[in-house]
């Protein structure tokens, strides 16, 4: 099960954490992806994390939110998070983490999660 939270209210140009956190064993071998949502459109991908191997993990973003989020893991609290900084209006969506065992972050974009989170709504306006 995954629980995200975090969402809120910002102005333009704000900052959010969101947080995923994991029940359930094995957290560490789920690549964990972040997606958003808006009324009306598709789930967009947003960027996602590796499971964490002896080189390192990988992290993957796409090129609207690149230099701006950063995904995170924590793997002794079963958890993964965005920092979304300098966040613009278009950011406005519900937000998704999902997680699929043994997935890179890349990868995680085309094939998608097993597992879902609830969601949780970022609205950023003035």
């Known amino acids: 099960q995954l629980v995200e939270s975090g969402g809120g209210l910002v102005r333009p140009g704000g900052s959010l954490r969101l947080s995923c956190a994991a029940s359930g064993g094995a957290f560490s071998r789920y690549g964990v992806g972040w997606f958003r949502q808006v009324p009306g459109k598709g789930r967009e991908f947003v960027g996602a994390?590796?499971?964490?191997?002896?080189?390192?993990?990988?992290?993957y973003y796409v090129d609207s939110v690149k230099g701006r989020f950063a995904i995170s893991r924590d793997d002794a609290k079963n958890t993964v998070y965005l920092q979304m900084n300098s966040l613009k209006p278009e950011d406005t969506a519900a937000y998704y983490c999902g997680a699929r065992i043994a997935t890179s972050a890349r990868t995680m974009g085309v094939m998608g999660p097993q597992y879902w989170g609830q969601g949780t709504q970022v609205t950023v306006s003035s």
């Open positions: 994390i590796s499971p964490i191997s002896p080189s390192g993990d990988s992290i």
